[in-house]
Nanobody, 115 residues
Framework: QVQLVESGGGLVQAGGSLRLSCAAS????????MGWYRQAPGNERELVATVTGGGSTNYADSVKGRFTISRDNAKNTVYLQMNSLKPEDTAVYYC?????????WGQGTQVTVSS
């Protein structure tokens, strides 16, 4: 049974920073693509960033230069460092494991950016 547990969300003022963490259970963590997605009220869930087992990254245009995704394969954990936060970054952020027979999702963590 794979579980993804996010932490690190909260309320921050515009221009501030937050660091999200996602701890994954299960084996062979390093072979999976890990990602962060977000969903704001009334919107579809959208990709924020992904990172391969080897460390290659991909970002949504809206967060390039402000967010950094990273992973620690020894700790089965993926991170999302979010800087220069904007009110439009307000959303529930979800961790995702991609690959194998199915995708897995965490329960989400709320990020609220006040103006």
């Amino acid at each position: 049974q794979v579980q993804l547990v996010e932490s690190g969300g909260g309320l921050v003022q515009a221009g501030g920073s937050l660091r999200l963490s996602c701890a994954a259970s299960g084996s062979f963590f390093s072979i999976y693509v890990m990602g962060w997605y977000r969903q704001a009220p009334g919107n579809e869930r959208e990709l924020v960033a992904t990172v391969t087992g080897g460390g290659s990254t991909n970002y949504a245009d809206s967060v390039k230069g402000r967010f950094t995704i990273s992973r620690d394969n020894a700790k089965n954990t993926v991170y999302l460092q979010m800087n220069s936060l904007k009110p439009e970054d307000t959303a529930v952020y979800y961790c995702n494991r991609h690959g194998g027979s199915r995708d897995y999702w965490g329960q989400g963590t709320q990020v609220t950016v006040s103006s």
